[in-house]
């Protein structure tokens, strides 16, 4: 879908935040001169009013009957296609479509990786084109990571590829675009976002979207997961990571087949299953046809994204580690076993979205940190469930109204001996905070760090 393929025809836009804008503005330039009208919250609108654009409508109720009115609808991602409204207008014709797909239909001839996966997409598509440069590649840095596509529609020079994050709510995009990435790489799949999708089943099916319906040429696949492991995709070549058909790890050492390449132990990646999304990138950059070894040490100048396992400071005998966007338990694991052995007082709770936390407190019956201080909407019902492990442990399991009583319960647990306060929440920010990235900053403040200093992604945009 080409923007000028909307040119004379009923085009709404459902949402104002920078996805939404972007996506306005993108139209703008290409359709000066066309009627829009705006779906938005009232909060929005004064700022959309602000244009002073006499062609854009500006509403503030999204009904079935308002949205049927368009055979066009560009939402912003957060806008759930399953929404009884979009439902109903769907059934009337009305097309949705995102960002994403209109960037991909002017740009159908890109040379772009497309990296999604429940987590690690952001470390593994900023890794990307941080080796990419390193290797003398001008290479854009997009998508869900924080610049929307539509915000670099017509750079001046195009970028030789495009490293592209892609959410569950953007990975069906792609295929509605009509176009065809180069690559795509899924790295794992885990319960998540099941109020947007609806359902765990459905979230996969989004999800492998990029993969069933895009038909990327080459789709870059985690040989260790067991979802992605029973694909078949007819109309893609597989190429795999994480066992020794390919990139993959064995202790510390990253081995190319069978072929030893580094020691990874001393990179800036925290974590196994961070090393792990280096041989996705690895995997990646060889199905962009170039030789990836000579690219492997250039994993040891990059900087790590912040609110992913990132150290903020030490006071009092206190390590502060923010992981803010961990939102699914299996992340909260993940992040805990990074500071295995060391004395850890977790933060756990959030929005409620009603993923399951028993993995997770089977978890903590074999190895428990020294505290887990539960707050947020589903704290409660994640301290029921630890309370028996806790009965029957060393664990100190404490409830807290908010973040910064957490933190209070979680230095009083760690005493004079000191430790780690691990921010890895294993739920999303929604309530008290806008997003992710806010509760991080919070975190630090509380910390007694400047969260200005903690906030900024390297390498956004093209470089």
């Known amino acids: 879908m080409r923007i000028s393929q909307l040119d004379g025809r009923r085009v709404a836009l459902w949402g104002w935040g920078r996805e939404g804008r972007a996506a306005y503005h993108a139209l703008r330039s290409r359709l000066p001169r066309s009627a829009l009208t705006l779906f938005c919250s009232v909060e929005e609108a004064a700022d959309a009013r602000g244009l002073g654009d006499p062609l854009l409508a500006i509403e503030t109720m999204a009904s079935a009957e308002r949205l049927a009115a368009f055979e066009f609808v560009i939402k912003s991602p957060g806008i759930s296609p399953y929404r009884a409204e979009a439902q109903a207008a769907a059934g009337q014709g009305t097309r949705f479509l995102g960002g994403t797909a209109l960037w991909f239909g002017e740009h159908a001839d890109a040379r772009t990786v497309c990296v999604t996966g429940t987590k690690g997409k952001s470390t593994t598509t900023s890794l990307l084109a941080h080796l990419l440069r390193a290797g003398g590649h001008r290479t854009a840095l997009a998508g869900n990571i924080g610049l929307p596509l539509l915000e670099a529609l017509d750079p001046q020079p195009m970028p030789e ?14 295929g509605a675009s009509g176009a065809r990435p180069e690559v795509a790489v899924a790295l794992n799949l885990y319960p998540e976002h099941l109020d947007w999708h609806g359902s765990q089943a459905r979230y996969v099916e989004d999800k492998l979207r990029l993969l069933t319906e895009a038909k990327p040429c080459i789709a870059v696949l985690n040989a260790n997961d067991a979802v992605l492991a029973g694909l078949r995709l007819p109309d893609s070549e ?104 060391r004395r850890i007082a977790v933060l756990v709770g959030g929005h409620d ?31 029921e469930l630890l309370a ?37 929440p294993g739920a999303p920010s929604y309530g008290p905070y806008k997003d992710y990235v806010a509760r991080g900053r919070h975190f630090a403040e509380l910390a007694g760090f400047d969260p200005e200093a903690i906030s900024a992604i390297a390498g956004l945009g093209i470089a």
Do not use: K
């Open 161 to 174: 590829f495009w490293a592209i994050e892609l959410s569950s709510y953007q990975t069906g995009d792609v």
């Open 238 to 341: 597989i190429r795999w990571f994480g066992d020794g058909r390919g990139w993959h790890l064995r202790g510390d050492a990253l081995w190319r087949g069978e072929r030893e390449i580094m020691d990874t132990a001393g990179l800036p990646l925290p974590g196994r299953h961070n090393r792990g999304n280096l041989c996705a990138v690895l995997t990646a950059i060889e199905a962009l046809g170039l030789d990836a070894a000579p690219l492997a040490p250039a994993a040891a100048s990059f900087r790590p994204l912040p609110n992913r396992l990132q150290p903020i400071g030490r006071r009092d005998g206190i390590d502060y580690v923010n992981d803010s966007i961990s939102t699914t338990p299996h992340a909260t694991l993940a992040a805990l076993e990074v500071y295995a052995g």
């Open 353 to 383: 979205r009603g993923l399951d936390w028993q993995a997770f407190a089977d978890a903590m019956r074999r190895q428990a940190p020294v505290a887990i201080v539960t707050m947020g909407q589903n704290g409660p019902r994640i301290h």
């Open 388 to 424: 028996p492990i806790a009965a029957q442990s060393d664990v100190r399991l404490s409830a807290a109204r908010d973040l910064g009583e957490a933190m209070q319960q979680a230095r009083a647990a760690l005493g004079a001996e000191g430790g780690v306060i691990l921010l890895s």
